[in-house]
């Protein structure tokens, strides 16, 4: 994922198809969460902070944290 810390925009980059992509907050809160295979996200209607994002695809799961600002 880039640029981190992001600021509008958040970038996937996978060699694989994405089944899913959520976001949760620090707290654990789903705070998004897409289905399509979309690999630009915005985040500009996130709050200042840590997040973490769960990206799905056929080859697995992958999990990374990043700071909105």
Request: proline share 3%; charged share 15%; net charge positive.
């Amino acid at each position: 994922i880039y640029p981190n810390p992001v600021k509008d925009f958040l970038k996937i980059k996978s060699n694989s198809e994405m089944s899913s992509v959520m976001i949760y907050s620090a707290t654990g809160q789903l705070v998004y969460e897409n289905t399509a295979n979309n690999k630009t996200i915005d985040t500009s209607n996130l709050s200042t902070g840590m997040y973490n994002v769960v990206v799905r695809s056929a080859s697995g799961q992958a999990s990374k944290t990043f700071l909105k600002q």
